[in-house]
Nanobody
C-alpha cells in the first residue's frame, strides 16, 4: 500500500503563499502519477493539480493556473504544492492522492485515485 501524509497547511492572509508537502511511503511511489484535491465546507471534493510519475507533465484546474505549482521529488518520496497569490476562495482541506498506475479515465476524475492522505487545512483570510 501507499501511505500519504500531508503537511504545510495553515492560516495565511490573502495574497500570501504556502507550500504543502505530501510524504509517501511505499516502493511504488515513483511509478504513480500524483494529485492534489481540495474540499471546502458544503462542496464536493475538486481536482486541483496532478503530476506524472516522472514529473514531466502537469495539469491544473483553471482557477489555480498561474498561481499553484505541483512538483515531486521521487528520491524523497515527496510531492509538493506551491500555492502563491492565495485567495479566500482557496480555503479548503487539501488532500494528497496517488493515482492508479494505469489510467482508466482522466486526471480530473476523483475515481482515478487509489490512495488518499488525511488532508491538511488551508485557510486564507481576507
Amino acid at each position: 500500500q501507499v501511505q500519504l501524509v500531508e503537511s504545510g497547511g495553515g492560516l495565511v492572509q490573502a495574497g500570501g503563499s504556502l507550500r504543502l508537502s505530501c510524504a509517501a511511503s511505499g516502493r511504488t511511489f515513483s511509478s504513480r502519477p500524483m494529485g492534489w484535491f481540495r474540499q471546502a465546507p458544503g462542496k464536493e471534493r475538486e481536482f486541483v493539480a496532478s503530476i506524472s510519475s516522472s514529473g514531466g507533465s502537469t495539469a491544473y484546474t483553471d482557477s489555480v493556473k498561474g498561481r499553484f505549482t505541483i512538483s515531486r521529488d521521487n528520491a524523497k518520496n515527496t510531492v509538493y504544492l506551491q500555492m502563491n497569490s492565495l485567495k479566500p476562495e482557496d480555503t479548503a482541506v487539501y488532500y494528497c492522492t496517488a493515482r492508479k498506475p494505469w489510467s482508466t479515465s482522466s486526471a480530473y476524475d476523483v475515481k482515478e485515485y487509489e490512495y488518499w492522505g488525511q488532508g491538511t487545512q488551508v485557510t486564507v483570510s481576507s
